[in-house]
T-cell receptor
């Protein structure tokens, strides 16, 4: 099993550009989420999903969109990149809200 | 912000010593989890303790939970150089109804060989 796979691993964007961070899991988990990690801030929740077709906002959702058309995939879209979105992004999945989360290896995004 | 806090922020010990890190959180919880993050990598789950448990062990790890003080501690015994990493606690946001987690700010552990 591959677990949680994120692509790309690194990305540099110019201010105003848009892009999609991909996340796929092969564990048939219903629950998936996106976090960003900034120095000294720990991880903060951007968006989450409890199943295909169901998404909701986390703590820092502004500037990001998500959709969940399949159980396996949960892409994160940056609509118009800003330098404040420079961060490391992690996707996670879990069997339920009361079980451990499995994390991808992260996408390091720099917006110039 | 709903983030929890961990202390110390950084800890440096010698191989073979024990390492203790603490986590405080703000809301009522269903469970609390500890994760490890090696530099530049994703997070790896270490242990989950439920709100009705006070202590849990897994190998060289011992976790305690005090819900009255909204705090938890992680003890790593007989530390090894390979334990060098950042350690985060995470609590469920809404009693485990969803997979939303609130993370602490982390403790950076350095184990000197």
């Amino acid at each position: 099993n591959a677990g949680v796979t994120q692509t790309p691993k690194f990305q540099v964007l110019k201010t105003g550009q848009s892009m999609t961070l991909q996340c796929a899991q092969d564990m048939n988990h219903e629950y998936m989420s996106w976090y960003r990690q900034d120095p000294g801030m720990g991880l903060r929740l951007i968006h989450y999903s409890v199943g295909a077709g169901i998404t909701d906002q986390g703590e820092v959702p502004n500037g990001y969109n998500v959709s969940r058309s399949t159980t396996e995939d949960f892409p994160l879209r940056l609509l118009s990149a800003a330098p404040s979105q420079t961060s490391v992004y992690f996707c996670a999945s879990s069997y339920s809200g009361q079980n451990e989360a499995f994390f991808g290896q992260g996408t390091r995004l720099t917006v110039v | 912000s709903q983030q929890g806090e961990e202390d110390p922020q950084a800890l440096s010990i010698q191989e073979g010593e024990n390492a203790t890190m603490n986590c405080s959180y703000k809301t009522s919880i269903n469970n609390l989890q500890w994760y490890r993050q090696n530099s530049g990598r994703g997070l790896v789950h270490l242990i989950l303790i439920r709100s009705n448990e006070r202590e849990k062990h897994s190998g060289r790890l011992r976790v305690t939970l005090d819900t009255s003080k909204k705090s938890s501690s992680l003890l790593i015994t007989a530390s090894r150089a390979a334990d060098t990493a950042s350690y985060f606690c995470a609590t469920d946001w809404d009693g485990g109804a969803t997979n939303k987690l609130i993370f602490g700010t982390g403790t950076l552990l350095a184990v000197q060989p």
